[in-house]
């Protein structure tokens, strides 16, 4: 068992205990209930005794410390009781209230003296703000929240910034098998990084989950990453914050698209995390982790007793990416012999061909027998369901345990309905550890997804610089390209293919400028600071004749002059192609440098269509990236042949070097690329400097 006693505490007292208060007896009541056979002492001055538990009028009166105190008063009585504790011996505080919302300035004075207290006495805390630790491993539970009886031990960690969802998943009773739950809440002391390092060492844990909201040391978090991939521990993260409002205020189409959410979610990935979308999701692939059966790709065989959910289910694999391949000769003639006027195929429907109990078992083995990785029956099972509805799944999940038995084939029983199934199904499966998935599209993609990470193993994860430092070597500012034209340029020399230009200042010398590039051309306003021109008027597609261009040019020029703006013009050749991509860089004030790829074009914000790399990019990363990404998949496998893969991937080595190049740029938007069969060259450019030097492009 880990000796952490931060965590796993082998005594323990409550502050602010009271006979007559929901909070200030259910932490005594959960450890009498998960059977904790450590010390627990009630504090309180009013009473001799909480819930059959003897008290003490303060920490001051312990006659010896205590591992842990749950502090349950007043915010502005917080910092009190702790400094107390700390003078009886006590180093460790759950700290369950005293949030911002309900305690305002005093909650933020509160977080200040924790750390203090943190730094003079190495003092560890668990809040404030939170619903505390749940351990189920020794029964400790200085915990705010009821703890019900169908609460699961079992080997899956759980660390969640939002109190709620450690509710959500201690509400769930039996379905995630838990070894140690815990809320961060403020995260004063005590962070996500924390906890994760505390699993990767636990030998009670086997896996993780994690709610993440706000990442305060993306260096930590991703080492403490390493550390559980290090110790073969999976785990699985639900990153939330990618609506509008998180985004506010970054300009280039790099920096929203990525937004602080996204690229977290890329970083753990990156660093072999599985993500979620949602609880549903989390919850789903904590059931699976739970089992501690390891899926080991794509592969699936689903079978069911309606033709209808066959095809529901097959359609959500697809959106989801789950392969679905045919029966092979085998197990088709295996079972045609036997039943002619059946037709095997995958999803398989056996219902009617025979009696269930003749010829489930047989197509099951059958399956079993293809060496798929995931055999999934699917079957509608509810607690309100009848007798022999309820019978059945029971019967099937007999028989697909029997069908894996000595395979790596992992099993899975799912109903495609989101409700409670019967407490003997659920029993039964807990004990034969057969995930028991509900809701079709969230079951699948949590399979989808631990599938996917098995299929490509996490590489050397990202690690974020320590701080911005300029480079011994970096230009100077004024050095910075400012303008579209200059930005290419910049690019060019990173290998980029761009356009042939030519910048003009009258309408006359477009004219010329179309002579020499020939057409057709496209013709653009350049200014400092001018960006979305095509907002604004200043960029003519397909010129086709000198005269065009000029009269073009003329208009351009005109428009500017009347609003006193000082415009130049850009003359490029017209770069025709099969797909639209956006390239982007950004500079992450949590991770550092990312790249981005997606859908570009005047759709790239509204599609949102886009993959993130946290960290520079060298050819042979940038090859990767691109491999995972949908537009690689796009690149890869469009109609009439591959586009230019190498041409994009040069397009990602050049905003990642040049961004590498000056410490000043914040965002590099490349949008669009475009890419065709034999070349993939960037059309327009703009570069977003950091607040103190404003916007270019």
Same mark, same amino acid.
């Given at each position: 068992?880990?000796?952490?006693?931060?965590?796993?505490?082998? &005594?323990?007292?409550?502050?602010?205990?009271?006979?007559?208060?929901?909070?200030?007896?259910?932490?005594?009541?959960?450890?009498?209930?998960?059977?904790?056979?450590?010390?627990?002492?009630?504090?309180?001055?009013?009473?001799?005794?909480?819930?059959?538990?003897?008290?003490?009028?303060?920490?001051?009166?312990?006659?010896?410390?205590?591992?842990?105190?749950?502090?349950?008063?007043?915010?502005?009585?917080?910092?009190?009781?702790?400094?107390?504790?700390?003078?009886?011996?006590?180093?460790?505080?759950?700290?369950?209230?005293?949030?911002?919302?309900?305690?305002?300035?005093?909650? @933020?004075?509160?977080?200040?003296?924790?750390?203090?207290?943190?730094?003079?006495?190495?003092? &560890?805390?668990?809040?404030?703000?939170?619903?505390?630790?749940?351990?189920?491993?020794?029964?400790?539970?200085?915990?705010?929240?009821?703890?019900?009886?169908?609460?699961?031990?079992?080997?899956?960690?759980?660390?969640?910034?939002?109190?709620?969802?450690?509710?959500?998943?201690?509400?769930?009773?039996?379905?995630?098998?838990?070894?140690?739950?815990?809320? &961060?809440?403020?995260?004063?002391?005590?962070?996500?990084?924390?906890?994760?390092?505390?699993?990767?060492?636990?030998?009670?844990?086997?896996?993780?989950?994690?709610?993440?909201?706000?990442?305060?040391?993306?260096?930590?978090?991703?080492?403490?990453?390493?550390?559980?991939?290090?110790?073969?521990?999976?785990?699985?993260?639900?990153?939330?914050?990618?609506?509008?409002?998180?985004?506010?205020?970054?300009?280039?189409?790099?920096?929203?698209?990525?937004?602080?959410?996204?690229?977290?979610?890329?970083?753990?990935?990156?660093?072999?995390?599985?993500?979620?979308?949602?609880?549903?999701?989390?919850?789903?692939?904590?059931?699976?982790?739970?089992? @501690?059966?390891?899926?080991?790709?794509?592969?699936?065989?689903?079978?069911?007793?309606?033709?209808?959910?066959?095809?529901?289910?097959?359609?959500?694999?697809?959106?989801?990416?789950?392969?679905?391949?045919?029966?092979?000769?085998?197990?088709?003639?295996?079972?045609?012999?036997?039943?002619?006027?059946?037709?095997?195929?995958?999803?398989?429907?056996?219902?009617?061909?025979?009696?269930?109990?003749?010829?489930?078992?047989?197509?099951?083995?059958?399956?079993?027998?293809?060496?798929?990785?995931?055999?999934?029956?699917?079957?509608?099972?509810?607690?309100?369901?009848?007798?022999?509805?309820?019978?059945?799944?029971?019967f099937l999940a007999r028989t697909l345990r029997d069908a894996v038995a000595g395979s790596d084939t992992v099993p899975v029983l799912l109903s495609p309905a989101a409700q409670d199934p019967p407490d003997e199904l659920a029993a039964f499966c807990a004990a034969a550890d057969i995930p028991l998935l509900r809701g079709a599209r969230p079951s699948l993609a949590a399979l989808a997804a631990l599938a996917g990470r098995a299929e490509h193993p996490p590489a050397a994860a990202p690690t974020p610089p320590r701080a911005a430092q300029t480079p011994p070597s970096a230009p100077m500012a004024s050095e910075l390209p400012r303008t579209e034209?200059?930005?290419?340029?910049?690019?060019?020399?990173?290998?980029?293919?761009?356009?042939?230009?030519?910048?003009?200042?009258?309408?006359?010398?477009?004219?010329?400028?179309?002579?020499?590039?020939?057409?057709?051309?496209?013709?653009?306003?350049?200014?400092?600071?001018?960006?979305?021109?095509?907002?604004?008027?200043?960029?003519?597609?397909?010129?086709?004749?000198?005269?065009?261009?000029? %009269?073009?040019?003329?208009?351009?020029?005109?428009?500017?002059?009347?609003?006193?703006?000082?415009?130049?013009?850009?003359?490029?050749?017209?770069?025709?192609?099969?797909?639209?991509?956006?390239?982007?860089?950004?500079?992450?004030?949590?991770?550092?440098?990312? %790249?981005?790829?997606?859908?570009?074009?005047?759709?790239?914000?509204?599609?949102?269509?886009v993959d993130v790399h946290v960290g520079d990019l060298d050819e042979c990363t940038a090859h990767a990236f691109l491999d995972r990404s949908r537009i690689g998949r796009m690149v890869r496998d469009a109609r009439g042949g591959a586009l230019d893969r190498d041409g994009v991937v040069r397009a990602l080595c050049a905003v990642s070097r040049l961004g590498a190049s000056y410490p000043e740029i914040s965002a590099i938007d490349v949008n669009p690329v475009i890419v065709s069969r034999t070349r993939a060259v960037a059309v327009d450019a703009a570069l977003t400097l950091a607040p103190m030097g404003g916007p270019s492009t």
């Amino acid at each position: 068992m880990s000796s952490d006693v931060r965590y796993r505490p082998r &005594s323990l007292a409550v502050v602010g205990a009271s006979p007559s208060s929901f909070v200030g007896r259910v932490a005594l009541e959960n450890c009498r209930s998960l059977g904790f056979a450590g010390r627990v002492v009630a504090v309180t001055p009013k009473y001799a005794e909480v819930a059959d538990v003897p008290a003490v009028p303060s920490l001051a009166d312990l006659d010896e410390p205590v591992d842990a105190a749950l502090v349950q008063v007043r915010a502005d009585r917080v910092l009190g009781v702790v400094e107390q504790g700390l003078a009886a011996g006590v180093r460790t505080f759950v700290i369950p209230g005293a949030g911002t919302t309900d305690s305002g300035d005093v909650a @933020r004075e509160l977080v200040q003296e924790l750390r203090r207290l943190r730094d003079e006495h190495g003092l &560890s805390v668990f809040g404030p703000n939170c619903m505390g630790v749940l351990d189920l491993v020794t029964g400790a539970a200085p915990y705010i929240g009821t703890v019900g009886r169908e609460l699961r031990r079992g080997t899956v960690g759980l660390a969640a910034q939002s109190g709620a969802v450690v509710e959500a998943f201690v509400n769930a009773g039996a379905r995630v098998p838990l070894s140690t739950a815990i809320s &961060s809440g403020s995260e004063a002391v005590l962070g996500l990084p924390d906890h994760l390092r505390f699993f990767a060492a636990d030998p009670e844990t086997t896996a993780v989950l994690a709610f993440v909201e706000a990442v305060d040391d993306a260096g930590d978090l991703l080492a403490a990453c390493r550390a559980l991939a290090d110790a073969g521990k999976t785990v699985a993260a639900c990153v939330v914050g990618r609506s509008a409002t998180a985004q506010e205020g970054v300009r280039a189409h790099s920096g929203r698209l990525a937004g602080a959410a996204r690229t977290t979610a890329a970083a753990l990935a990156q660093a072999g995390a599985v993500l979620a979308h949602d609880l549903d999701e989390l919850i789903a692939l904590g059931e699976v982790l739970g089992t @501690r059966r390891h899926v080991r790709g794509r592969r699936t065989h689903l079978v069911t007793n309606s033709g209808g959910e066959a095809n529901l289910l097959a359609d959500l694999a697809d959106d989801v990416g789950l392969e679905l391949p045919g029966l092979g000769v085998s197990a088709h003639a295996r079972l045609t012999e036997r039943w002619p006027l059946f037709t095997p195929r995958n999803p398989m429907d056996p219902w009617g061909a025979d009696d269930h109990e003749v010829i489930y078992p047989e197509a099951l083995r059958a399956l079993a027998d293809e060496g798929g990785d995931l055999l999934v029956v699917g079957i509608d099972q509810q607690r309100t369901a009848g007798a022999y509805e309820q019978e059945l799944g029971l019967f099937l999940a007999r028989t697909l345990r029997d069908a894996v038995a000595g395979s790596d084939t992992v099993p899975v029983l799912l109903s495609p309905a989101a409700q409670d199934p019967p407490d003997e199904l659920a029993a039964f499966c807990a004990a034969a550890d057969i995930p028991l998935l509900r809701g079709a599209r969230p079951s699948l993609a949590a399979l989808a997804a631990l599938a996917g990470r098995a299929e490509h193993p996490p590489a050397a994860a990202p690690t974020p610089p320590r701080a911005a430092q300029t480079p011994p070597s970096a230009p100077m500012a004024s050095e910075l390209p400012r303008t579209e034209d200059e930005v290419l340029a910049a690019l060019a020399a990173h290998g980029l293919d761009v356009p042939r230009t030519r910048r003009v200042t009258t309408a006359g010398a477009a004219s010329a400028a179309f002579a020499e590039l020939g057409a057709p051309v496209v013709l653009k306003g350049v200014a400092e600071g001018l960006l979305h021109k095509t907002e604004v008027g200043l960029v003519r597609v397909g010129l086709s004749t000198p005269q065009e261009t000029q %009269v073009e040019a003329a208009g351009m020029l005109a428009r500017a002059a009347e609003q006193g703006v000082t415009l130049d013009l850009l003359v490029a050749e017209l770069v025709r192609g099969d797909l639209e991509v956006l390239v982007g860089f950004h500079r992450d004030p949590a991770f550092g440098p990312t %790249v981005l790829l997606g859908l570009g074009g005047v759709w790239a914000e509204f599609l949102d269509v886009v993959d993130v790399h946290v960290g520079d990019l060298d050819e042979c990363t940038a090859h990767a990236f691109l491999d995972r990404s949908r537009i690689g998949r796009m690149v890869r496998d469009a109609r009439g042949g591959a586009l230019d893969r190498d041409g994009v991937v040069r397009a990602l080595c050049a905003v990642s070097r040049l961004g590498a190049s000056y410490p000043e740029i914040s965002a590099i938007d490349v949008n669009p690329v475009i890419v065709s069969r034999t070349r993939a060259v960037a059309v327009d450019a703009a570069l977003t400097l950091a607040p103190m030097g404003g916007p270019s492009t």
